[in-house]
């Protein structure tokens, strides 16, 4: 059992998410960073998206009933530790990122809610982490301990793109006019979509288009000329138009970033998305 002695801001238990429920209109939610999530769980020996501590902003402290193997990981930040019974352990303040994350050996086991133990806060879905909760460890870890590879360039601003949907109703210089431009991370972001701010407007086509599906990493382009990436509690559908897509492997790298912090695209094929996904 882990004692929450002082919930962190921001502070949801998080894994893989709803991946296959699209369809039905639920959200994919689950780790804003999944790099980050999934080489906590390596470095404690769990199964890739067993679920884990995310928080934001604040430093926490808790507290465990038994010895146990915890990892904290992040932007600059892969942290191992042997827990001991009745032990305190803070959780730090993120510095180099949005976002940390806890992984505990045997996984975080808050109640299975379609399959995930995944929160979504508007939706009322999920355990967000208050002071004072008490949480149960799910059994033990499943493989032996391992060092992750293929950290994300966090540092890097620059992220990799495929065209999207509706690049046809965008002229070649507001596509070229959207690559060259240093956007910067709004402070209107949060888990459902980072918006972002820049000197240069990108011209939205004056088109009447229905409701499509629409996936995490999406950049959709509203009236205002200023693009909106949705993120991993984005709507599963949209009408704006969508110009681009951001390649799953550089999602962790948006995730972490802070509002002001610069960003800029730059396009890349759907093969080389998937090898990158794959490495």
Known sequence: MIAVLHAPAYCTV???GWRNLRRSGMPVSGAMDRWAMRAANRMVGNADDAAVFEWALTAGRLQFDRDLQVAICGPDVQITHAVRKGEELVLPRPTDGRFLYLAVAGGVNTP?????????????LGHVVKTGDHIPVDGVPTAPPKQPEGEPPYASGVL??????QRALFSDAEWNRFLGASWTVSR????????????VLVRAPAADLPSEAACVGAIQVPSDGMPIVLMADGPTVGGYPKIAVVITADVPILAQKLPAQPVQFQETS?????????R
């Open 14 to 16: 998080q894994d893989g």
């Open 112 to 124: 299975l809610i379609l399959g995930s133990r995944s929160t979504h806060v508007v939706a009322g």
């Open 160 to 165: 990799r793109v495929v065209e999207g949907p």
């Open 188 to 199: 209107v972001s949060d888990r459902m979509g980072y918006r972002l701010d820049g000197d």
């Open 270 to 278: 759907v093969g080389e998305a998937q090898d990158a996904l794959r």
